[in-house]
């Protein structure tokens, strides 16, 4: 690597270059204002995100780290029924790193931000021993939107927006790229592109709009995103709600291209265990989501049960019932 | 050490035992909520602490790294005039982490800010090489009673809180416990407890709160707190408001009992460049000052001028007029 490095700049200098990627004014101060709307609840969550644990240099480029940064602080915020009002950033930098390199990484976040108006509104930088990127995202939602975790319930059916395992296959993709010959170039590119620049599923804000607006005025539905996975994310809602699962194997949604790449079994098991889709997760009433299929390019692929159990069912008898749990699920600490 | 390590939890079950520090309720979803007072505006500040940079094992249990994390956060809420009203907290662990010193940790947080009534409404944990916590402080402050760096203006007098330069002697007697032995032992306790348990001046709210109701309705004031050292908070406010000031050596409050320890020059510097007090340096005009001076425990050492220079004056004679600057002051990033 050439170029100037954080240590020649100075943490202020640094802060001082990165403030362009901010609105003029909000920065400068020991902390930042912000105008929440009247009415409407605050919404945080923050994410922390370390370099050779949730990117490397091989599978991601700076402005990529900046991009999936944020787009998993926004998917939070999206899980909630949240808009996004801002974020700040903590970044712990070695003092051998690149200045392009974060440059690179603010330029990602606000690519990933900006069709969501969302600022970057403030942050903190010191030296440490590898890269760390904490990110606090902040929304609001009116209180009787707020999607929880906590509400699903026996009759409830299941819906996922977009396709799972996507992700995952784009890491394959990029860590082993002597894989999936028979792909084409473009499908090859747009499962590395669901690895690299995941989209965060903001829209679900203006179809529950929508859906409350034409539908129930009184909506009651559960979910979350599927950072972790499909598993994880149905079982723990079931968790919450103290409700179990019966999901379709063969409604699962995954990239119809990996067909020609990988068996069934593996496709399914990237898809329920992948993580990183950003994907969401929801369960309600069945009316209620045959309208949201539509308007969030989702798919219903089960229905919540009183047994407690979350079971991976298969409609052709090929398979038999499987009872899913947290432990085959993406662990940081495992060994 | 001995006891349970962090990756014999794993992520979800290290999570899981801290919630017993989060209010019940608030964690558990992919964000937490949160109310905004009506009619204020959202405050929002970010620290990163490393280990090895911003404590050690040496000088800060875990409990202290807590509390002063907490404090710094809380002290820049108190700048802007905003009452905290949560914070997030993302830590990344190396996997041989005790897991009681993340509980010390969390038990530090808490103590500082149980007198505010402050919850910890979310974090991430994620394994790393070094400790990194980084905290994200929420606050609420009516618009107009914000307080920025910008407004100083010439004529105002510069008001401090508190004494400077105890932190950075409690830090030289914990790296050199052999030094100050002329000290009393309260005294020594008393610097090494400003080091280790920083009070954030919150109190200026009601301070400022009483000031606007009985003197100035509509108070223009500049400030910021002195974490980088009070020479950093006065040429920071400078900067911003593009004015100098005149400081008066002689009436810079430092521990009175430094002098039994270290000559004038050093309980000046330490005073001036030590930083980690978390006092508060406002500007405003006198008449406001010296309300506040008896409000806040403060002292007035100088005045804002149009002469863009900071200088250190004496006032006995014997230092020559001294120009400040930034470079003197802590840079994490200098060799």
Redesign the interface.
């Given at each position: 690597m050439t170029g100037m490095r954080?240590?020649d700049?100075?943490?202020?200098g640094l802060l001082k270059r990165l403030q362009s990627f901010c609105p003029v004014g909000v920065v400068?101060?020991?902390?930042?204002?912000?105008?929440?709307t009247?009415g409407h609840?605050?919404?945080?969550?923050?994410?922390?995100?370390?370099d050779g644990?949730?990117f490397s240099e091989r599978t991601t480029s700076a402005a990529d780290a900046g991009w999936r940064a944020a787009a998993a602080n926004l998917?939070?915020?999206a899980?909630?029924g949240?808009r996004p009002i801002?974020i700040?950033?903590?970044?712990?930098l070695p003092?051998d790193t690149a200045v392009a390199w974060v440059e690179g990484l603010y330029q990602g976040l606000s690519e990933c931000l900006q069709p969501y108006q969302t600022p970057i509104?403030?942050?903190?930088?010191?030296?440490?021993?590898?890269i760390?990127v904490?990110i606090?995202?902040?929304?609001e939602?009116l209180?009787e939107q707020?999607i929880?975790?906590?509400q699903a319930q026996p009759g409830d059916v299941i819906l996922v927006t977009g396709i799972h395992g996507a992700s995952r296959a784009g890491l394959e993709l990029l860590l082993h790229p002597e894989q999936g010959q028979a792909l084409s170039p473009t499908d090859r590119q747009l499962l590395i592109r669901a690895h690299q620049r995941p989209q965060p599923r903001l829209d679900v804000i203006a179809a529950l709009q929508a859906l409350t607006t034409d539908l129930a005025p009184q909506m009651r539905l559960a979910g979350?995103?599927s950072s972790d996975g499909l598993a994880d994310a149905v079982l723990q809602i079931c968790r919450?709600s103290r409700v179990g699962a019966v999901l379709e194997r063969n409604l699962i949604p995954f990239p119809p291209s990996l067909t020609a790449w990988v068996d069934e079994t593996t496709a399914i098991d990237w898809a329920l265990y992948g993580g990183e889709d950003f994907e969401l997760v929801l369960c309600l009433p069945r009316l209620a989501a045959q309208f949201l299929v539509t308007h969030l390019n989702g798919a219903i692929i089960g229905t919540i049960t009183a047994n407690p159990q979350v079971i991976l069912n298969d409609l052709s008898g090929l398979y038999p019932p499987e009872v899913l749990s947290?432990s085959k699920g993406f662990?940081?600490?495992?060994?």
């Open positions: 954080v240590r700049l100075g943490e202020q400068g101060d020991d902390a930042a204002l912000l105008k929440v009247a609840t605050l919404v945080v969550t923050t994410d922390m995100l370390i644990v949730h998917s939070d915020l899980a909630m949240a801002g700040t950033v903590g970044l712990g003092g509104v403030g942050g903190d930088i010191c030296r440490s021993e590898g760390t904490s606090t995202a902040l929304g939602v209180p707020a929880y975790r906590h979350m995103d919450a947290l662990q940081h600490y495992s060994p």
